[in-house]
Structures are given as structure tokens and as C-alpha cells.
């Protein structure tokens, strides 16, 4: 199944690369624009299973594309929205997500030349979540959520970022070569520290673990 | 004299209570006195000779009280003369000019209606006493006379009221005596003739405030010519405290002397050839207020800002300003300094925000420029990975030289991030200071302990230093002071920004020992701000950085 995604940047030379990349690797670009106004009128046209968002974009080289972003999860909930960033803050995490974690991403420009992005991109047109690793990096580490993080072993935390980061159990278990039920076990314990039900399914869990990183 | 003889006279037919020949001799001898001290004061104002000629004309309407038939009959043509000229009097009131077209307007039929239709009246006037020109009585005429002083009375007391309502405070205090008993004298004359003499007693007690009325409006021009002399020791008072007043007691002090709170003093300054408040800062003249240039052996040194009104007391005003000069001229050199001094903080402050906007556009030609194309080559390797991938005979070395180009390239590209933030972290300008610092702490690789509490929309020069303050000192005591927890502390009063640094490292920090301290030490003080090292060996170190949120 193609996906149909519109992409939002003002530089074109990238612009173009990127719909070279997402189109030969099982994309479909419905449509392109160059500013956040045009972006929303594409959205509302259009459709698509995901929209690819700069954060700065004209007139003010700003958060417009931030903003637009933010209307378009408001008004189209089931569009999926990726925003690329040349640099990380986790403030517009926050602004971004918002009550509903749901195919939402936050990445580095960096990343779209990476090994992961095409991953990212489809986790998030299903629903999921892609956080980059920096950002979510920052928000473990934000001293208000420290004290409960703090009981959390290394092989926890790490385990909770690549949750975080929308990798998959299976995917976790490759890229820490532990077992699938080594895994699980870490997972159950996160949980159990972190104070959240434990009977939710896969995104899920990241969508609650991020929802406990914003709460208080 | 002429009074004199007309007492004498009038004084056969005086009724025994309210036209006493003593009543009569006051009201007349006030005005001609305080008409002849005023003419004397100013002889340029037509108020004083106004005075006289009311006392004149007072004299004159007596001659219709006597009963010698020919003296009487010359009174009546005159029998209302005083009335005319008190209206003019009043509406002249204190410069002597009258203002407005309505106020010559209210003059013109009072003198018509005094000087013309009274007299041309009299042959159909009948009195007491005989009036000799009597030719036939006309019932109509004292009636409609009354109209016409009623109509008169009502717009000099609406005149009157506006005048009131419209002055400044200074401007009442000069028109306060004569206006509460030209408004006595006033209401007197409508209500008076309305109520005629059907209700004797109102009319008794009207007429007895008319004539109190009538009796305190000289004593009220007195009062104006005393305040004067009052005015005057408040200069003497004034010339005892100068010489010991700084520059601020030295406006209030002339500010109370001449009653104005709105009083500002402008020093001189001959170089720019412009007015410098007490503080230094250029003057601001208002246009509804009047200036008042002092000079002192020709030259001049400063100009008093005030109300236009003051120059209706021009006497007060001239003596405070020729006593202030010298106290003047000593302060103005420095309010020069002082201005000089406000000049060179605020380029100082500019400096630095012009060094921050600097920053900011470098930063931000950094990402959207630089970055952005390093980026779009990134993708475009990878279009040429993917490519050679997909290719049957795929040549290894190309693509290990494409591997190794992608791999210095994110490095570069991470530098890069890295280079703009230390220039002018994005998130600072983006999401303000307190999210700054929270990145700042979450990149840090020991724990940061943020306390921070909701602040205020903060100017960017005062939020970017102290963001630089944190990061500087967090850079220290992670590189030199070896510390294991850190703590910044932000909270913020009503006009002051307060950033505290903490660490547990091996203290011993030096300000004047080349750290970036102290360049951040300058950037505060050129916003009025203080910044603060306490560091001493094996008792960490604290940075204090205080900047207050206005402007100085």
C-alpha cells in the first residue's frame, strides 16, 4: 500500500530531494508546499496518510511550520505529522504533541539522510509515535522527572528511550541483542516504577510513557 | 471729596438700616483705595483704574438716596453706573483684558443698558422723592430694565462657572477670592428681582447679601494684592533654603513657591543647545504648558516648564526665577554630567543589544543557510547510496566513499548545531529563558537542579545575559571546578531579575583570571546590572547575576 504524503519546506533543493527519497521507497507525493497557509489548504485538500513539516518556514522563518503542524493535528486528527527540525527543543515537543500522542514525530533534518527514517515515516502514518533520540534524551533527563526516573537501572532507561523513540519490542530486542522476554520483563518493570497500567498494547505504551514525561 | 460731599448730600434720606451712610462711605472708599494700590502695583492693568472708576460710579448712584429734588434727579440717571463697570471688573479679572467676544459682548449691553436706556428711562420714572423729569410713568419700563440685568447677571455667573471649570489649579488660586464673591454679588442679582418684593424677608436677607457681596469684592482684590506680598516671603523663605537643596528638593521648592505641581526645571546645555531634566534626560515640553527661560549675567542656564496661568502673577513668578538663578546655574553643571553620564549608559546598552541581534542573525544565517544546504547534500548522498545499491554491478569502493562522505558530513553537520547554539541557542529568542535553561540543564552530563518559578515577558538583552551567565558558569564548573551537582536558581522581584549558579567543585574561581566572566560582567553592568563570583578553595563556587527588567 503507497502512502500519500505532503511535503512542507521552503527550500526547494531539499524539497525535492526528499520527495525523490519517500517516492522510490513506496510514497506517494500528493503535493508540495512552501509555506504553513499553503500546507493547511493541501491538508484539507488532499487528505494524506502524512504531512512532512519544517519547523521554520515563511513569512517569518519562525515556528510557522510548528504552528501549522499543531492545526493540522486539531483538525485532521487522522493525518500523521512528521516535523523536521534543524535543531532540537523539547519545548515544541510539548506544543506539538499535545494531549494525544498519536502518529505524531518529531525529528532532526539529519535523520531523513539515516538509516531509520523511511521506518519513522511509516510508524507514524499507522499511528505511532517517532521521537528523535536527542529530544527524548533531554526529556528523560529534565530535572522534575528525575526522582522517579532515578529508579530506573541503566538497561531500564535505555530500554524506555528506544520505547520512546517508536521502536518496536522485536526491534528493541535486536538492537540491545537481548531475548524478547528479557525485553518484556524490562518493560513490565518500567511500568511498575513508573506507575503506569500495564495491560497497554505497543505504541501505546509509548504514547503513555510520553504522556507521563509531560504530566506535572 | 467728591464722595465726601455726596455722603453729605444723600445722608437726609437714608433709611435707617442697609444704606447706612457708613455702609456707603466703605464699599466706596475700599474700591477707590484698592483701585489706586493696584494702579500703583501694575499700572499697565486695567483692573486698578477699573476699581477706582466703580468707586466713582458707587459715589455717584448715592446722589439718587437724597431728597433734594435736583441732586436726586441727577442720581437717578446715574443710579445704576457701579453695576456696569463691576461686571467689566470681574470678567477682566486679573490681567485686565477681557478674553473672549462673549465677555465683550456681556460688557457692551451692560454699559448700553447702564449708561443708555437707564438714563433715557428716567422721564418715565417715578420715585419718592420728585423725580423733575418725570414726563408720564410707564408701568412696563422697571420690569423690563430687570429683564435685561437678570438676562446680563445669568451669563456673567455661566462665564464665571466655565472660567472656574476650565482652570488649572494655579490659575484658581489667583481668581478664588474674587470669583466666590462676584458669584455672591451675581446669583444676588437674578434671584433678587425674580422674587421683586413679594417676600420681604427673602428680600431683606438678598439684598443684605448683595451688599455683603458688593463690600468684600474690594476686600477680595486686596486679598489678591496681599497674596502677592505672601508670595514674596515665600521667595524669602525660599532664597534661605536654596543653597542646601539638591536637585530634586530644588524643583519642589520652586514648585511649591509658585504653587504649580506641574513645575519642571530644564537645565541648559549650551553645547547641545537643548533643556536636560534634574535626571539628565532630555526635556519634554509639553505643549499646554508655558516656559519661563532664567538667565543669570546674560546667559542663560536653565528654563522652569509650567502653567501658562502663572504668568497672571508674573510679580511671584519673576521673583522666584531671579532668586533660583545662582542655585540654578550651580546645579546645571551637573545635570550636564548627569547627562553625559545617561548618554553613555544607554550606548552602552545599545551596544549590547546590537551585539545580540548580531548573534541572532548569525545564528539563524547558520541554519537556514549553511545547515540547510550541508542537510540537502546529506539526502542527496543518500539518493546516490540507494541508487548504487539498487544497481547490478555495484562498485564497493564507491560506495565506501559514499558511506565515509555521509559520515563526515553528519559530523560537520552536528558542529555545526553545536556552533549556533554557543552563538545564540534558537530556543532562547523561540521559547524564552526558562526553556533555554532547561535545555541548557538537559544536554549537561552531571545533574542540573533547575528552581525556577513563572517569570514575566523578560527584554531580550536581560534575557540573553542571563542565559549566557548560566551557560558560562555551568561550562566552568564542569570543565575546571570538577563539580558533581550543579544548581541555577532563577526568580525575579518586582523590578530585578536574580540568576544564581551553584556548584560543589573545587571553588577557587577568579573573575579577573581571563574566564568569560568577565565579559559577562560588563554586558551586566552596561544594562545596570551586577554580577557577583563567590568562590572560595574547597567551597564550590556561586555566580549572582542581578538585572533590573526597566531600563534605567
Redesign the interface.
Known amino acids: 500500500m503507497t502512502l500519500r504524503v505532503v511535503l512542507a519546506d521552503d527550500t526547494l533543493l531539499f524539497r525535492a530531494a526528499l520527495a525523490e527519497l519517500l517516492g522510490s521507497n513506496g510514497c506517494e507525493i500528493v503535493g508540495q508546499a512552501g509555506d504553513g497557509d499553503r500546507l493547511r489548504a493541501l491538508v484539507a485538500e488532499t487528505r494524506p496518510d502524512l504531512a512532512v513539516v519544517d519547523i521554520r518556514m515563511p513569512p517569518g522563518h519562525h515556528l510557522e511550520g510548528l504552528r501549522a503542524a499543531t492545526d493540522i493535528r486539531r483538525t485532521h486528527p487522522e493525518v500523521g505529522v512528521l516535523l523536521l527540525s534543524q535543531y532540537l527543543e523539547a519545548t515544541h515537543l510539548a506544543d506539538l504533541v499535545g494531549s494525544v500522542a498519536r502518529g505524531v514525530g518529531y525529528l532532526l533534518k539529519d535523520r531523513a539522510s539515516g538509516p531509520d527514517f523511511l521506518d519513522a515515516v511509516k510508524q507514524i502514518a499507522a499511528g505511532g509515535c517517532a521521537f528523535d533520540p536527542d529530544v527524548v534524551t533531554a526529556m528523560l533527563n529534565r530535572p522534575s522527572r528525575r526522582d522517579r526516573l532515578d529508579t530506573l537501572t541503566p538497561r531500564e532507561r535505555e530500554v524506555l528511550s528506544l520505547m520512546a523513540q517508536g521502536l518496536s519490542n522485536a526491534a528493541i530486542t535486536t538492537r540491545l541483542y537481548l531475548t524478547t522476554r528479557t525485553v518484556e520483563t524490562h518493560i513490565r518493570n518500567i511500568f511498575q516504577r513508573l506507575e503506569l497500567p500495564a495491560e497497554l498494547e505497543h505504541h501505546r505504551r509509548v504514547l503513555a510513557v510520553l504522556a507521563y514525561l509531560r504530566s506535572n | 471729596m467728591f464722595g465726601a460731599a455726596v455722603l453729605m448730600a444723600s445722608a437726609s434720606g437714608r433709611h435707617e438700616t442697609s444704606t447706612t451712610t457708613l455702609f456707603s462711605g466703605m464699599v466706596g472708599g475700599l474700591y477707590l483705595t484698592a483701585g489706586v494700590i493696584a494702579s500703583v502695583r501694575q499700572p499697565a492693568n486695567r483692573v486698578g483704574l477699573l476699581m477706582v472708576l466703580v468707586g466713582i460710579a458707587w459715589f455717584a448712584e448715592d446722589m439718587q438716596v437724597s431728597i433734594d429734588p435736583v441732586t436726586h434727579t441727577a442720581g437717578l440717571f446715574v443710579r445704576s453706573a457701579s453695576t456696569a463697570l463691576l461686571v467689566h471688573l470681574v470678567l477682566a479679572f486679573p490681567s485686565g483684558q477681557l478674553r473672549s467676544r462673549v465677555d465683550r459682548v456681556l460688557v457692551t449691553i451692560a454699559y448700553v443698558t447702564v449708561f443708555g436706556l437707564i438714563p433715557l428711562s428716567t422721564p418715565f420714572f417715578r420715585t419718592y422723592t420728585k423725580n423733575l423729569l418725570l414726563i408720564r410713568y410707564e408701568e412696563w419700563l422697571p420690569g423690563s430694565v430687570n429683564v435685561v440685568q437678570v438676562a446680563v447677571a445669568t451669563a456673567v455667573v455661566a462665564v464665571l462657572l466655565v472660567r472656574w471649570i476650565t482652570s488649572t489649579r494655579p490659575a484658581r488660586r489667583v481668581l478664588a477670592p474674587v470669583f466666590v464673591t462676584g458669584l455672591l454679588g451675581a446669583v444676588e442679582s437674578v434671584v433678587g428681582p425674580v422674587l421683586g418684593e413679594g417676600v420681604p424677608w427673602a428680600h431683606e436677607v438678598l439684598s443684605d447679601i448683595g451688599h455683603l457681596a458688593v463690600l468684600l469684592l474690594p476686600l477680595a482684590f486686596l486679598a489678591g494684592v496681599w497674596r502677592v506680598r505672601l508670595g514674596r516671603t515665600t521667595v524669602a523663605d525660599l532664597l534661605v533654603r536654596l543653597p542646601r537643596a539638591s536637585p530634586t528638593e530644588l524643583q519642589d521648592l520652586l514648585a511649591t513657591a509658585l504653587g504649580d505641581p506641574s513645575l519642571r526645571v530644564g537645565y541648559y546645555r549650551a553645547d547641545h543647545a537643548d533643556y536636560v531634566d534634574r535626571e539628565g534626560r532630555p526635556l519634554v515640553i509639553p505643549s499646554y504648558q508655558a516656559v519661563t527661560v532664567v538667565e543669570r549675567d546674560g546667559r542663560r542656564v536653565a528654563a522652569l516648564v509650567h502653567d501658562p496661568a502663572l504668568r497672571d502673577d508674573r510679580h511671584v513668578l519673576e521673583a522666584v526665577t531671579s532668586a533660583a538663578a545662582l542655585e540654578l546655574d550651580n546645579q546645571r553643571l551637573a545635570a550636564e554630567v548627569r547627562a553625559q553620564l545617561v548618554e553613555v549608559r544607554a550606548s552602552r546598552a545599545r551596544i549590547v543589544a546590537a551585539g545580540d541581534d548580531q548573534r541572532r542573525r548569525v545564528e539563524?544565517d547558520l541554519?537556514?543557510g549553511a545547515?540547510?544546504?550541508l542537510?540537502?547534500v546529506?539526502?542527496?548522498?543518500?539518493?546516490a547510496q540507494?541508487q548504487l545499491d539498487s544497481s547490478p554491478d555495484r562498485d564497493a569502493k564507491l560506495a565506501d566513499y559514499l558511506r565515509r562522505s555521509?559520515a563526515g558530513l553528519?559530523d560537520a553537520?552536528?558542529e555545526l548545531?553545536e556552533l549556533?547554539?554557543g552563538i545564540h541557542p534558537?530556543?532562547l529568542s523561540?521559547?524564552g529563558l526558562l526553556?533555554a535553561l532547561?535545555?541548557l540543564?538537559?544536554?549537561?552530563p552531571r545533574?542540573?537542579?533547575?528552581r525556577e518559578v513563572p517569570l514575566p515577558a523578560l527584554p531580550a538583552p536581560v534575557e540573553a545575559t542571563a542565559y549566557f551567565v548560566a551557560a558560562e558558569a555551568v561550562t566552568n564548573a564542569l570543565k575546571y571546578a570538577s563539580a558533581r551537582t550543579i544548581r541555577i536558581e532563577v526568580r525575579h522581584d518586582k523590578d530585578e531579575l536574580h540568576l544564581e549558579v551553584t556548584d560543589d567543585g573545587v571553588g577557587g574561581a577568579d573573575l579577573t583570571r581571563g574566564t568569560g566572566l568577565l565579559g559577562l560582567r560588563d554586558r551586566a553592568s552596561a544594562l545596570d546590572g551586577e554580577l557577583v563570583v563567590r568562590s572560595s578553595t574547597g567551597a564550590g563556587t556561586s555566580v549572582h547575576v542581578v538585572l533590573p527588567l526597566e531600563p534605567a
Do not use: G, M, N
Not at chain 2, 378 to 383: G, N
Open positions: 539563524r541554519h537556514d545547515q540547510q544546504q542537510v540537502t546529506a539526502l542527496l548522498l543518500r539518493l540507494q555521509a553528519e553537520l552536528r548545531r549556533a547554539r534558537a530556543v523561540e521559547a526553556a532547561r535545555a540543564a538537559a544536554r549537561s545533574p542540573i537542579e533547575l
